[in-house]
């Protein structure tokens, strides 16, 4: 069992070579996928860890804000926004997501591989209450299937009917509901990803 607490991931992102200040990583693919239809406005990466997500968002016009409870992360996040040059155009903020009461909402609200210590669907849900109306939440997470193995504990796996089904009542829609597998380089070493993607928009 792994807590996924605040020491969790300081220690996780200070020694996460792979994700160190200076080396250029990919944007997660589905990011672009998802938004480039969506009307621009404000988002939040949830999670946003050493930023990828966050300045590929801001790069596209987007007002961002990155909010991840790990120090070293958002150090990352920081120097990179400096490198694209976009130095103080995300604004970023350190804080524990399960207590964290931003006490605002955005257009967008995207989540990428985020563990958290309450699961990951009361995260999710407690996510979507920060979606205005209108506007979408955008989940990525590690799919939870005999055949998906892999690196990932059991708990910070997810299935797709159990995503959707945070989406069944009158107040929002499913958009986009799928599962992808996909290779990727992850610090010198080959890894394979089974995913889960939903996209679902807050009805007006």
């Known amino acids: 069992m792994h807590d996924f607490d605040k020491a969790y991931w300081e220690n996780h ?9 200076g080396r250029e990583l990919p944007v997660n ?39 991840d409870i790990s120090a070293p992360a958002l150090a990352a996040a920081t120097s990179r926004t400096e ?3 976009l130095a103080g155009q995300v604004e970023w903020v350190e804080a524990d997501l399960t207590r964290w009461e931003p006490g605002r909402t955005w257009d967008l609200v995207v989540t ?12 999710y849900q407690r996510l979507a209450s920060w979606v205005v109306p209108g ?17 990932h504990p059991v708990e910070a796996t997810v299935t797709r009917s159990g995503i959707t089904g945070l989406f069944t009542g009158p107040g929002w829609q499913v958009d986009a509901s799928y599962e992808n597998t996909r290779t990727v380089d992850a610090g010198g070493r080959t890894v394979q990803l089974h995913d889960v993607i939903v996209r679902a928009h807050r009805r007006p």
Not at 13 to 21: I, V
Not at 135 to 151: E, F, Q, R, W, Y
């Open 13 to 21: 992102w200070a020694r996460a070579t792979g994700h160190t200040p």
């Open 29 to 67: 693919p589905y990011l672009p996928a998802e938004t480039q239809h969506l009307p621009v406005g404000t988002a939040l990466d949830a999670g946003c860890g050493a930023g990828v997500e966050a300045v590929w968002l801001a790069q596209h016009g987007w007002q961002v804000t990155g909010a």
């Open 83 to 85: 490198q694209a040059g």
């Open 112 to 123: 990428n591989y985020a563990h958290p210590t309450i699961g990951q669907l009361a995260f």
């Open 135 to 151: 506007g979408s939440m955008l989940i990525v997470g590690h799919l939870h299937a005999p055949h998906a193995g892999g690196d």
